[in-house]
Protein backbone atom coordinates (compact mmCIF):
# COMPACT_ATOMS: atom_id res chain seq x y z
CA UNK A 1 0.00 0.00 0.00
CA UNK A 2 1.72 3.19 -1.23
CA UNK A 3 1.69 5.84 1.56
CA UNK A 4 2.61 9.47 1.54
CA UNK A 5 3.73 11.53 4.90
CA UNK A 6 4.48 15.03 5.31
CA UNK A 7 6.60 16.24 7.63
CA UNK A 8 8.19 19.39 8.82
CA UNK A 9 8.12 22.46 11.03
CA UNK A 10 4.34 24.29 11.96
CA UNK A 11 5.61 27.69 12.57
CA UNK A 12 8.25 29.87 10.42
CA UNK A 13 9.04 33.35 10.96
CA UNK A 14 8.68 35.80 7.61
CA UNK A 15 11.43 36.04 5.60
CA UNK A 16 12.85 32.76 6.62
CA UNK A 17 13.03 29.40 4.75
CA UNK A 18 10.35 26.45 4.80
CA UNK A 19 11.23 23.19 4.57
CA UNK A 20 9.36 20.43 4.22
CA UNK A 21 9.57 16.47 4.04
CA UNK A 22 7.44 13.66 2.13
CA UNK A 23 8.64 9.98 3.27
CA UNK A 24 7.02 7.59 0.50
CA UNK A 25 5.99 4.15 1.35
CA UNK A 26 4.98 1.37 -0.47
CA UNK A 27 6.94 2.38 -3.70
CA UNK A 28 10.34 3.03 -4.64
CA UNK A 29 10.91 6.81 -5.90
CA UNK A 30 13.02 5.97 -8.44
CA UNK A 31 10.81 4.36 -10.35
CA UNK A 32 10.42 6.74 -13.76
CA UNK A 33 6.53 6.02 -13.73
CA UNK A 34 5.87 8.93 -10.87
CA UNK A 35 6.14 12.29 -10.86
CA UNK A 36 6.31 13.91 -7.39
CA UNK A 37 5.17 17.17 -6.52
CA UNK A 38 3.69 19.51 -3.52
CA UNK A 39 0.20 21.22 -3.43
CA UNK A 40 -0.89 23.86 -1.36
CA UNK A 41 -4.12 25.16 0.18
CA UNK A 42 -4.28 28.15 2.40
CA UNK A 43 -7.45 28.38 4.84
CA UNK A 44 -10.72 28.78 3.45
CA UNK A 45 -9.47 28.83 -0.15
CA UNK A 46 -8.49 26.75 -3.49
CA UNK A 47 -5.30 24.31 -4.35
CA UNK A 48 -2.59 25.58 -5.58
CA UNK A 49 0.09 23.35 -7.52
CA UNK A 50 3.43 24.05 -6.35
CA UNK A 51 5.81 22.05 -8.23
CA UNK A 52 6.65 18.41 -9.50
CA UNK A 53 10.23 16.32 -9.00
CA UNK A 54 11.28 14.05 -11.60
CA UNK A 55 14.39 12.08 -12.39
CA UNK A 56 14.83 14.74 -15.49
CA UNK A 57 14.10 17.65 -14.39
CA UNK A 58 11.75 19.58 -11.68
CA UNK A 59 8.89 22.06 -13.15
CA UNK A 60 7.29 24.52 -10.63
CA UNK A 61 4.63 27.27 -10.53
CA UNK A 62 5.80 30.41 -12.46
CA UNK A 63 4.45 32.61 -9.37
CA UNK A 64 6.67 30.66 -7.09
CA UNK A 65 9.35 29.89 -9.37
CA UNK A 66 11.72 32.05 -7.83
CA UNK A 67 11.70 30.91 -4.54
CA UNK A 68 11.02 27.30 -4.49
CA UNK A 69 13.56 24.43 -4.50
CA UNK A 70 12.36 20.25 -4.97
CA UNK A 71 14.56 17.77 -4.36
CA UNK A 72 14.42 14.37 -3.39
CA UNK A 73 16.86 11.46 -1.73
CA UNK A 74 16.25 8.25 -3.39
CA UNK A 75 18.54 5.81 -0.45
CA UNK A 76 15.91 7.89 2.23
CA UNK A 77 12.44 7.20 -0.36
CA UNK A 78 12.08 11.09 0.53
CA UNK A 79 11.55 13.92 -1.21
CA UNK A 80 11.62 17.68 0.14
CA UNK A 81 9.95 21.53 -0.46
CA UNK A 82 12.02 24.65 0.53
CA UNK A 83 10.35 27.90 -0.16
CA UNK A 84 12.60 30.92 0.76
CA UNK A 85 11.59 34.32 1.98
CA UNK A 86 8.21 33.23 3.29
CA UNK A 87 5.62 35.70 3.98
CA UNK A 88 2.19 35.75 5.62
CA UNK A 89 0.39 34.66 2.62
CA UNK A 90 2.19 31.19 2.61
CA UNK A 91 0.50 30.12 5.11
CA UNK A 92 -1.60 27.35 4.15
CA UNK A 93 -1.89 23.40 4.39
CA UNK A 94 0.98 21.66 2.28
CA UNK A 95 0.15 18.26 0.56
CA UNK A 96 2.50 16.02 -1.35
CA UNK A 97 0.97 14.09 -3.85
CA UNK A 98 2.58 11.25 -6.86
CA UNK A 99 1.16 11.48 -9.87
CA UNK A 100 1.53 8.92 -12.96
CA UNK A 101 3.30 10.44 -15.79
CA UNK A 102 1.89 11.12 -18.95
CA UNK A 103 -1.36 11.20 -17.16
CA UNK A 104 -3.46 13.84 -15.14
CA UNK A 105 -3.86 11.15 -12.50
CA UNK A 106 -2.61 12.11 -8.84
CA UNK A 107 -4.16 9.17 -7.12
CA UNK A 108 -1.91 9.42 -4.12
CA UNK A 109 -2.07 12.16 -1.59
CA UNK A 110 -0.17 12.81 1.81
CA UNK A 111 -2.67 13.63 4.72
CA UNK A 112 -0.91 17.45 4.80
CA UNK A 113 0.51 19.53 7.05
CA UNK A 114 -0.15 23.15 8.05
CA UNK A 115 2.02 25.49 7.86
CA UNK A 116 1.68 29.39 9.71
CA UNK A 117 4.10 32.55 9.02
CA UNK A 118 4.46 34.16 12.00
CA UNK A 119 7.11 35.99 14.06
CA UNK B 1 -1.25 31.23 -15.21
CA UNK B 2 -4.54 32.21 -13.84
CA UNK B 3 -6.59 29.42 -12.43
CA UNK B 4 -9.53 27.37 -14.39
CA UNK B 5 -13.18 28.76 -14.08
CA UNK B 6 -15.48 26.99 -11.46
CA UNK B 7 -18.70 27.68 -10.53
CA UNK B 8 -18.53 29.16 -6.35
CA UNK B 9 -21.15 26.59 -5.78
CA UNK B 10 -23.82 24.14 -6.78
CA UNK B 11 -26.32 22.48 -5.03
CA UNK B 12 -28.79 19.11 -5.68
CA UNK B 13 -31.08 17.08 -4.12
CA UNK B 14 -30.29 13.13 -2.87
CA UNK B 15 -30.49 11.38 -6.19
CA UNK B 16 -30.58 14.27 -8.55
CA UNK B 17 -28.02 14.58 -10.94
CA UNK B 18 -25.45 17.83 -10.99
CA UNK B 19 -22.37 18.94 -13.20
CA UNK B 20 -19.68 21.36 -12.19
CA UNK B 21 -17.73 22.89 -15.53
CA UNK B 22 -13.76 23.66 -15.67
CA UNK B 23 -13.17 26.51 -17.96
CA UNK B 24 -9.78 27.12 -18.82
CA UNK B 25 -8.25 28.25 -22.24
CA UNK B 26 -6.93 26.68 -25.57
CA UNK B 27 -3.34 26.51 -23.67
CA UNK B 28 -4.79 23.98 -20.73
CA UNK B 29 -7.82 21.98 -20.51
CA UNK B 30 -8.84 22.84 -24.29
CA UNK B 31 -5.08 22.14 -25.51
CA UNK B 32 -4.62 18.13 -23.54
CA UNK B 33 -7.01 15.51 -22.30
CA UNK B 34 -4.41 16.02 -19.08
CA UNK B 35 -8.05 17.33 -16.78
CA UNK B 36 -8.94 15.68 -13.25
CA UNK B 37 -11.23 16.34 -10.68
CA UNK B 38 -10.83 15.94 -7.09
CA UNK B 39 -13.10 15.31 -4.11
CA UNK B 40 -12.44 17.59 -0.81
CA UNK B 41 -14.19 16.43 2.43
CA UNK B 42 -13.45 19.52 5.41
CA UNK B 43 -9.98 19.13 6.79
CA UNK B 44 -9.32 16.32 4.63
CA UNK B 45 -6.64 15.78 1.77
CA UNK B 46 -8.06 15.89 -1.74
CA UNK B 47 -9.13 12.19 -3.57
CA UNK B 48 -8.98 11.52 -6.99
CA UNK B 49 -12.37 11.15 -8.82
CA UNK B 50 -11.88 11.44 -12.42
CA UNK B 51 -8.37 11.86 -14.56
CA UNK B 52 -7.44 12.08 -18.07
CA UNK B 53 -10.66 14.02 -18.71
CA UNK B 54 -13.13 10.66 -18.33
CA UNK B 55 -11.12 7.84 -16.40
CA UNK B 56 -12.30 6.72 -13.17
CA UNK B 57 -9.72 5.06 -10.49
CA UNK B 58 -10.54 1.88 -9.14
CA UNK B 59 -12.72 2.58 -6.02
CA UNK B 60 -14.39 5.50 -7.41
CA UNK B 61 -18.38 5.07 -7.83
CA UNK B 62 -19.90 4.76 -11.32
CA UNK B 63 -22.01 7.37 -10.79
CA UNK B 64 -18.95 10.16 -11.40
CA UNK B 65 -18.11 10.78 -14.53
CA UNK B 66 -16.08 13.68 -16.90
CA UNK B 67 -16.31 15.07 -20.14
CA UNK B 68 -14.51 17.98 -22.53
CA UNK B 69 -15.72 19.71 -24.59
CA UNK B 70 -13.61 22.44 -26.30
CA UNK B 71 -11.91 24.74 -23.26
CA UNK B 72 -14.52 23.29 -21.08
CA UNK B 73 -14.27 20.26 -18.50
CA UNK B 74 -17.29 19.10 -16.83
CA UNK B 75 -17.72 16.60 -13.82
CA UNK B 76 -20.96 14.59 -13.53
CA UNK B 77 -22.70 13.32 -10.51
CA UNK B 78 -25.37 11.47 -10.53
CA UNK B 79 -27.67 9.41 -7.86
CA UNK B 80 -26.49 12.44 -5.66
CA UNK B 81 -26.27 11.44 -2.59
CA UNK B 82 -25.44 12.92 1.01
CA UNK B 83 -21.69 11.68 1.10
CA UNK B 84 -21.40 13.56 -2.11
CA UNK B 85 -21.42 16.93 -0.04
CA UNK B 86 -17.88 18.33 -0.71
CA UNK B 87 -15.77 20.91 -2.36
CA UNK B 88 -14.66 19.69 -6.39
CA UNK B 89 -11.57 20.57 -7.90
CA UNK B 90 -10.69 20.41 -11.21
CA UNK B 91 -6.89 20.20 -12.61
CA UNK B 92 -5.01 21.02 -16.20
CA UNK B 93 -1.97 20.21 -17.56
CA UNK B 94 -0.35 23.40 -19.75
CA UNK B 95 1.16 24.39 -22.18
CA UNK B 96 4.14 25.88 -19.67
CA UNK B 97 4.95 22.03 -18.74
CA UNK B 98 2.61 23.35 -15.15
CA UNK B 99 0.06 22.42 -13.69
CA UNK B 100 -3.21 24.86 -12.48
CA UNK B 101 -6.29 24.05 -10.59
CA UNK B 102 -9.70 25.43 -10.72
CA UNK B 103 -11.15 27.87 -8.04
CA UNK B 104 -13.24 25.09 -6.64
CA UNK B 105 -16.96 24.05 -6.51
CA UNK B 106 -18.50 23.80 -3.39
CA UNK B 107 -21.21 21.13 -3.48
CA UNK B 108 -24.45 21.11 -1.38
CA UNK B 109 -26.96 18.57 -1.48
CA UNK B 110 -30.32 19.40 0.09
Known amino acids: QVQLQESGPGLVKPSETLSLTCTVS??????????WGWIRQPPGKGLEWIGNFYYSGNTYNPSLKSRVTISADASKNQFSLELRSVTAADTAVYFC????????????WGQGTMVTVSS | QSALTQPASVSGSPGQSITISCTGT?????????VSWYQQHPGKAPRLMIYDVSNRPSGVSSRFSGSKSGNTASLTISGLQAEDEADYYCNSYTTTYTWVFGGGTRLTVL
Open chain 1, 26 to 35: GVSMSSITYY
Open chain 1, 97 to 108: ARRWGSSSRRDI
Open chain 2, 26 to 34: NSDVGGYDY
